[in-house]
């Protein structure tokens, strides 16, 4: 069975340019989670939704970014526009039941923006 | 708030001896779940353990052991017998209802 699935697994843009990074979760898995990881702040929880809704977006960091669900087997996080400090691995995760089962995680998108 | 903190940053050992990392916890909750995340080098997060805030039945499973006490909030976990391929960095989360909240991580690396 396929785990989560992210693309690209590396993406190299200009500032200002936009990005979109895409995820698939697990078939069956009700909640997809978005995190970013960096150095500096470790992995932050940026949205999370419950059957394609958007439940808790209060970690995106500001309105550059933006993420959507259409369906339940596609997500995408845009960032428009794109800064240097945007720079970071982005991970997809998803799992069953929110709080006490695992999340499982895709490979992440390195996003480097120069 | 939820807050975990693993205060060990990095710890390097020799192969086959013992590795326990350090996690502690605080939250208001009485129902949470503590957690276990493994970074190899390829970067992916891959889960190991999970435990409940009413089981403190501590445990083990192949290499991995854990002892959870709510009494100090702490939820450390033994890697026994460690591998080369057990170098990664662990990561320590606690959730209550939907957000998983991480540890800075302990980097582990297992000189052969």
């Known amino acids: 069975d396929a785990g989560v699935i992210q693309s690209p697994r590396h993406e190299v843009t200009e500032m200002g340019q936009e990005v979109t990074l895409r995820c698939k979760p697990i078939?069956?898995?009700?909640?997809l989670f978005w995190y970013r990881q960096t150095m500096m702040r470790g992995l932050e929880l940026l949205i999370y939704f419950n059957n394609n809704v958007p439940i808790d977006d209060s970690g995106m960091p500001e309105d550059r970014f933006s993420a959507k669900m259409p369906n339940a087997s596609f997500s995408t996080l845009k960032i428009q526009p794109s800064e240097p400090r945007d720079s970071a691995v982005y991970f997809c995760?998803?799992?069953?039941?929110?709080?006490?089962?695992?999340?499982?995680f895709g490979p992440g998108t390195r996003l480097t923006v120069l | 708030a939820q807050k975990v903190t693993q205060a060990q940053t990095e710890i390097s050992v020799v192969e086959k001896e013992d590795v326990t990392l350090d996690c502690v916890y605080e939250t208001r909750d009485t129902t949470y779940y503590l957690f276990w995340y493994k970074q190899p080098p390829s970067g992916e997060l891959v889960f190991l353990i999970r435990?409940?805030?009413?089981?403190?039945q501590n445990e083990i499973s192949g290499r991995y052991s854990w002892n959870f006490q709510k009494s100090t909030s702490s939820f450390n976990f033994t890697i026994t017998a460690s591998q080369v391929v057990d170098s990664a960095v662990y990561f320590c989360a606690l959730s209550n209802d939907y957000k998983l909240s991480f540890g800075a991580g302990t980097t582990v690396t297992v000189r052969a």
């Open positions: 435990r409940n805030s009413f089981d403190e």
């Open positions: 078939s069956g898995h009700d909640y």
């Open positions: 995760a998803s799992s069953l039941v929110v709080a006490s089962n695992e999340q499982f």
